[in-house]
């Protein structure tokens, strides 16, 4: 069978430039000016579902990043010290591939990355048990990772234990529309857990005592409306969600 043009060219034609291509052709096709993204700088007609409730207006279509991506490529350089170049040593727990990057280009931050099994972490760890001395990190951030810890609690002190006095960390979870935290531990199925936690390996929905939870291990916690300080036309280009607030932690 005689073989076509295309599998003749792409093997002549090196990976890189293959997905260079790729990329490109991702952008022209979904390019727009109803949504711009952020994370990866794209401007996008439209930003695409997803989730168990398949939430509109979530995934963008050129870099994969969800709203709480959108929303701290946003608030890292407008509200946090980050970018300024003065010496920080930084802890990112369960690293997302979207800033993976961008933290480990900034100038002046000694950065590290860890998670109990993900490839993409610089190091192993148990978040119940960091393997670090006290006080050994000016900034932490670990995004939507407590809400699959049976400890929450350990987790958190753990978390406290290792920033330095004066340092920060940025704490988030997925949260509902609830005063009190839901949670029971004898669902085991995944099946029931996506049915009452919205993920097959969440342990519980945390509610708006999540704040206190934090200060309980000895956190001053800001609860950050940052996406409600937007003007609306703002929060609806990049595809952020109203209800999402930033849980700024200090020691």
Known sequence: ??????????????EATRALLRRLGSRIRHFGFARYCPTCGSHVRRFGRYGVL????????????????????????????????TPKKMLHIAPERHFVRMFANIKG????????????????MDITKIQYPDASFDVIYCSHVLEHIPDDRLAMSELY??????????????????????????????????KQFGQYDHVRWYGRDYKD?????????????FVRDLDPSQAKLYGLM??????????
């Open 54 to 85: 398949k939430r509109p207006d979530a995934e963008c279509p050129i870099c994969g990043s969800l709203e709480r991506h959108r929303l701290m490529s946003l608030y890292f350089p407008a509200r946090t010290n980050l970018f300024d170049g």
């Open 109 to 124: 931050l000694d950065y590290l990355s860890g998670d109990l099994s993900r490839s993409l972490a610089m190091v192993k």
């Open 161 to 194: 234990r290792v920033l330095k006095p004066g340092g920060w960390a940025i704490l988030q979870v997925p949260q509902a529309d609830q005063d009190v935290t839901y949670e029971d531990f004898s669902i085991t199925d995944p099946v029931e857990r996506e």
């Open 213 to 225: 939870r934090l200060a309980q291990v000895g956190f001053q916690v800001t609860v950050d409306h």
């Open 1 to 14: 069978m005689q073989k076509s043009l295309k599998s003749f060219i792409k093997p002549l034609i090196p």
């Open 242 to 251: 109203l209800s999402e607030n930033v849980y700024l932690c200090r020691k």
